[in-house]
Nanobody, 122 residues
Framework: QVQLVESGGGSVQAGGSLRLSCEASRYTPSSVYMAWFRQAPGKEREGVAAIGRGGSTTYAASVKGRFTISRDNAQNTLYLQMNSLKPEDTSMYYC????????????????WGQGTQVTVSS
């Protein structure tokens, strides 16, 4: 059993930045595949960014160049640095992890966090 806890969400103006954090229990980020997803009201959950055990990353086209996923193995924490935020980035953001397979941006990870709200005003 892996527990994921997100933090760092909040309300910012368009063009601003936020850094989301996800702390994983039991497994360190280096020993598990991890990803960030988001889901807005009335919309399906979509993959935002994913990182493999070796540090390989992949991003959704809508956030490439603005968001950066990274991991701090010493603190067992996953991060999502979000820059140049847009109103359309407003969503609930979720951390996901899987000890066996890297699902890239597909929503099939075994473990999920409770989510943290990000609101971007224009």
């Amino acid at each position: 059993q892996v527990q994921l806890v997100e933090s760092g969400g909040g309300s910012v103006q368009a063009g601003g930045s936020l850094r989301l954090s996800c702390e994983a229990s039991r497994y360190t980020p280096s020993s598990v595949y991890m990803a960030w997803f988001r889901q807005a009201p009335g919309k399906e959950r979509e993959g935002v960014a994913a990182i493999g055990r070796g540090g390989s990353t992949t991003y959704a086209a809508s956030v490439k160049g603005r968001f950066t996923i990274s991991r701090d193995n010493a603190q067992n924490t996953l991060y999502l640095q979000m820059n140049s935020l847009k109103p359309e980035d407003t969503s609930m953001y979720y951390c996901a992890a899987d000890p066996d397979r890297w699902w890239l941006l597909l929503p099939h990870y075994k473990y999920w966090g409770q989510g943290t709200q990000v609101t971007v005003s224009s």
